[in-house]
């Protein structure tokens, strides 16, 4: 899909209407049409990318350092006792939307909203495992 077809960019050239929440140079942030739980946020980059793994830092650093802002916000706006910070890359990772996008999930009660099912498998892995894991990973690390 060219950025041309992308729906997110339609929104931030205002060719779709959009509840706007923030807006700079770089970001746009707009609810999200499913409002999981009031004030669920989408935080875009203004420039296309279709997720993480192709983001270049300096889009990335200004996507991230808006989001405290807004998440507060939220809070402060609706009394939200914790926030959920979720991002999918690629269809196995759920993402449907192929332009980077954050998710800022405010929680009200613990029962309701988004919930991650975490399957531990920390009695699989050693310390030296780990240490191993984080070697190899840290070999491809770009600079």
């Not at 916000?73 to 979720?86: E, P, R, S």
């Not at 990772?93 to 009200?108: C, I, M, R, T």
Request: proline content about 3%.
């Amino acid at each position: 899909m060219s950025h041309e077809d992308c729906i997110f960019c339609k929104i931030i050239k205002g060719e779709i209407p959009s509840a706007k929440v923030y807006e700079d140079e770089h970001v746009y942030a707009f609810l999200d049409i499913s409002q999981v739980t009031k004030g669920h946020t989408l935080v875009i980059p203004k420039q296309h990318t279709r997720n993480l793994y192709d983001t270049p830092s300096e889009v990335a650093s200004n996507l991230f350092a808006a989001v405290p802002r807004i998440a507060n916000a939220i809070k402060d706006t609706y009394g939200a006792i914790g926030m959920n910070l979720l991002n999918n890359n690629e269809a196995a990772a759920n993402q449907q939307v192929f332009h980077l996008h954050l998710h800022l999930l405010p929680k009200y009660s613990e029962e309701e909203g988004f919930s991650a099912i975490w399957k531990t498998h920390a009695d699989d892995y050693s310390m030296d495992d780990l240490q191993h894991i984080a070697q190899e990973i840290n070999k491809n690390v770009a600079n």
